[in-house]
């Protein structure tokens, strides 16, 4: 059974800090791509980054890229997402997502926007900018 489980997130002020992680079980890092996505508050889910599973390349999206890492604990199945210097645009759900066929966007462009190419999800972690 695959599960992902996020945590870490919570209320920071801005210029602030978090790092979420994501617990993965049913597989290991290496057998596959994992995700993350957010929504706004009445917006739509859209990516923020992913990790592969050769090699651990990552992939940061342009809106974030300068603010957030991915990274991976291949002993402990874990996936992190540090996001720095955080706003009140990065108020949201932050899930982790993952695949084990490697994306079409992914094999095009290293892209990981897509949020139908993933079919497991986490429940989410709530992350709240305000001061």
């Known amino acids: 059974q695959v599960t992902l489980v996020e945590s870490g997130g919570g209320l920071v002020q801005p210029g602030g800090s978090l790092r979420l992680s994501c617990a993965v079980s049913?597989?290991?890092?290496?057998?596959?791509?994992i995700a993350w996505f957010r929504r706004a508050p009445g917006g739509t889910i859209e990516g923020v980054a992913c990790?592969?599973?050769?090699?651990?390349?990552?992939n940061i999206d342009a809106s974030v890229k300068d603010r957030f890492t991915t990274s991976r604990d291949n002993a402990n199945n874990d996936v992190y997402l540090q996001m720095d210097n955080l706003g009140p645009e990065d108020t949201g759900v932050y899930y982790c997502a993952a695949t084990q066929i490697r994306p079409p966007s992914w094999i095009r462009s290293r892209q990981c926007h897509l949020r139908q190419e993933y079919p497991f999800w986490g429940l989410g972690t709530l992350v709240i900018i305000s001061s």
């Open positions: 990790i592969s599973e050769r090699h651990g390349i990552a």
């Open positions: 049913g597989f290991t890092l290496d057998e596959a791509i």
